[in-house]
């Protein structure tokens, strides 16, 4: 079993950053390829980002290109998602997640945490 636990959404005015934290425990999280998600109300939980084992490869959603940063610290068990330049289009609760793989871009992960939710006001 992995657990995930995410941290540091909140409420930001549009434009504005804030850094999500996932930190993991119980597997060796270097073993795990890790994603972001998220859930808008009344919408389908969708794909964010998504980072390999090392940390060598990323993967993005088009909506997020150029605006978030996934990274991971595997000495923390810490995956990270910097988020910037945030439009209230981005308001969701932002899950994050874990596989046993290289790489997952798609929602095929193992393990998932509880959320946090982020608010972008206009």
């Known amino acids: 079993q992995v657990q995930l636990v995410e941290s540091g959404g909140g409420l930001v005015q549009a434009g504005g950053s804030l850094r999500l934290s996932c930190a993991a425990s119980?597997?060796?999280?270097?073993?795990?390829?890790m994603g972001w998600f998220r859930q808008a109300p009344g919408k389908e939980r969708e794909f964010v980002a998504a980072?390999?084992?090392?940390?060598?490869?990323?993967h993005y959603v088009d909506s997020v290109k150029g605006r978030f940063t996934i990274s991971r610290d595997n000495a923390k068990s810490t995956v990270y998602l910097q988020m910037n330049s945030l439009k209230p289009e981005d308001t969701a609760v932002y899950y994050c997640?874990?596989?046993?793989?290289?790489?997952?871009?798609?929602?095929?992960?193992?393990?998932w945490g509880q959320g946090t939710q982020v608010t972008v006001s206009s």
């Open positions: 980072i390999s084992r090392g940390g060598a490869n990323t």
């Open positions: 119980g597997r060796t999280f270097s073993d795990y390829a």
């Open positions: 997640a874990a596989a046993r793989a290289y790489l997952v871009i798609t929602n095929k992960y193992d393990y």
